[in-house]
Structures are given as structure tokens and as C-alpha cells.
């Protein structure tokens, strides 16, 4: 069936390097993917959505030169976090619609948890 | 813009209770409305999804409803264990297919 993979799923990184975060959908296409982001016992927030071939439409309040988002095919998008702080340490994740019949269906990649040292 | 809120914010209970778990939001037009359970650490795992145009959902020991209209939805567990013990996360999916999650619901079950 359907998957949506991310990868890594736990990265340890210093301050002030950059790290890339992967999504990717397995045995099907996706136009779009959208990146969440999760601060410790808080909800998931909605980061971004990615865009194949085009530019990613941020949320209020992200930053889009430090959450770069790439998405260059229809399986993998990519979300870089630049000169990362330990406040940006946190649980990443993305989803995907995959379309099956007349709806489509959202999943979710298994997260990455990133820590900023 | 769409918000959800999730009541109680944190539940614990003796193992065996029946519970419920609420969870409103703000824009009745959905495309469908999901709960997620997370474990410590964890990613998401889906338990039920329920359609704009359904009422209800049931897995095993697990029943959710929605009423659009209230933008109310609520999660029942029914002879809770102490595997339930996990976080619930409910959320709400737009016909963009982008989706607005609340804050959670912190579950304890106490052998």
C-alpha cells in the first residue's frame, strides 16, 4: 500500500549547520506535501506546503530562508533547516494525498526528531 | 482560520473506566475529521477517520463521532488498559488536504 517514508528519523547536529530532512512517497506520486512541526507536549503545527516544480507556500510566521523547502520531484520533497539553534530542535513530519478514486487519502511519514546541540 | 481544541488537555484514570475525549474546532467546513494516537517519542498512528458526511466511527474498544454542524467530535475508548496510555491527537483536514491538529490529550491508565 501507500507510504510515506522520512529520513532520518533522529538527528543529532550542531549549532549552526545546516541539516536535510527527506520525504518521500513510496508506490505513489505527490504534487504536494505538507511539513508539520511539533515543540515538545505541543500539537503539530503546519510549517509549509511543498510544491513539485514550484515554490513552497509558507504558514505565518515560518521562515522561509531558514526552512528551506524543496520539493524537485514527484516522490521526494526535502525540508533543510539552516544554521539550526537548539530551538529548532523538535519532531518533523510530513504527509502526502495520494489520490485513489474519486478522494484521496493523507499519509504521514514516521517523523524525525531533531536536536540542535 | 480553522482552530481545534482538545478537552481534557490531560486524563488519568483507573484501567477498566469508559472515557471520553473532546475535541471541537472552529470552521465547519471539513473534509474529514481524524484521531491520532502518539506515543513518547513516537510518530502518528491513525485510529479512526470519520468523513465530512459521517456521524460515526468504530474500531475494536474505540468509537468517535462528529457533528459538523457544532463542530464537535469525540473520541470514546471503552474498558480502557493501560496500553491506551498514550497521547490522542485529534485533526481536522481542509479540502486543500493540508490538516489542523489540537493541542491533545495526555492519557494515563492506571493498572
Known amino acids: 500500500g501507500a507510504v510515506v517514508s522520512q529520513h532520518p528519523s533522529r538527528v543529532i547536529c550542531k549549532s549552526g549547520t545546516s541539516v536535510k530532512i527527506e520525504c518521500r512517497s513510496l508506490d505513489f506520486q505527490a504534487t504536494t506535501m505538507f511539513w508539520y512541526r511539533q515543540f515538545p507536549k505541543q500539537s503539530l503545527m503546519l510549517m509549509a506546503t511543498?510544491?513539485?516544480?514550484?515554490?513552497?507556500?509558507?504558514e505565518q510566521g515560518v521562515e522561509k530562508d531558514k526552512f528551506l523547502i524543496n520539493h524537485a520531484s514527484l516522490t521526494l520533497s526535502t525540508l533543510t533547516v539552516t544554521s539550526a539553534h537548539p530551538e529548532d530542535s523538535s519532531f518533523y513530519i510530513c504527509?502526502?494525498?495520494?489520490?485513489?478514486?474519486?478522494?484521496?487519502?493523507?499519509?504521514f511519514g514516521e517523523g524525525s526528531w531533531l536536536t540542535v546541540v | 482560520k480553522q482552530e481545534v481544541t482538545q478537552i481534557p488537555a490531560a486524563l488519568s484514570v483507573p484501567e477498566g473506566e469508559n472515557l471520553v475525549l473532546n475535541c471541537s474546532f472552529t470552521d465547519s467546513a471539513i473534509y474529514n475529521l481524524q484521531w491520532f494516537r502518539q506515543d513518547p517519542g513516537k510518530g502518528l498512528t491513525s485510529l479512526l477517520l470519520?468523513?465530512?458526511?459521517?456521524r460515526e466511527q468504530t474500531s475494536g474498544r474505540l468509537n468517535a463521532s462528529l457533528d459538523k454542524s457544532s463542530g464537535r467530535s469525540t473520541l470514546y475508548i471503552a474498558a480502557s488498559q493501560p496500553g491506551d496510555s498514550a497521547t490522542y491527537l485529534c485533526a481536522v483536514r481542509r479540502n486543500n488536504n493540508d490538516m489542523r491538529f489540537g493541542a491533545g490529550t495526555r492519557l494515563t491508565v492506571k493498572p
Open positions: 511543498s510544491n513539485e516544480g514550484s515554490k513552497a507556500t509558507y
Open positions: 470519520i468523513q465530512s458526511s459521517q
Open positions: 504527509s502526502a494525498p495520494h489520490r485513489q478514486g474519486s478522494g484521496n487519502t493523507i499519509y
